[in-house]
């Protein structure tokens, strides 16, 4: 049974920080390009940053500079530290597990996501 539980969510301040973990199991966590997407009320679930199982990453451009995605296999977990966050940061987070071959998806995996409300 696959499971990715985030953790790490909460109520902070504008230009406060929070780190979000998602922990892993049932997969073969080190093969799986792993994910952060988030959805506001009212809005569409968008991709906010991805590391790949080569570590390679990329950061919708909101975010980049601010958030940083890192992965640990030995851990099974990935991790997203949100630095410098905006009341438009506020969303749930989801955390994306991914297996690639060829290009194509081959298995694809959701949490059920944390609650990020960035607010005075």
């Known amino acids: 049974q696959v499971q990715l539980v985030e953790s790490g969510g909460g109520l902070v301040q504008p230009g406060g920080s929070l780190r979000l973990s998602c922990a892993a199991s049932?997969?073969?966590?080190?093969?799986?390009?792993m994910a952060w997407y988030r959805q506001a009320p009212g809005k569409q679930r968008e991709l906010v940053a991805r590391?790949?199982?080569?570590?390679?990453?990329n950061y919708a451009g909101s975010v980049k500079g601010r958030f940083t995605i890192t992965r640990d296999n030995a851990k099974n977990t990935v991790y997203l530290q949100m630095n410098s966050l905006k009341p438009e940061d506020t969303a749930v987070y989801y955390c994306?597990?991914?297996?690639?071959?060829?290009?194509?998806?081959?298995?694809?995996?959701w949490g059920q996501g944390t609650q990020v409300t960035v607010s005075s």
């Open positions: 049932g997969i073969s966590f080190s093969i799986y390009d």
């Open positions: 590391i790949a199982r080569d570590y390679s990453t």
């Open positions: 994306n597990a991914r297996y690639i071959v060829g290009g194509s998806s081959v298995s694809e995996y």
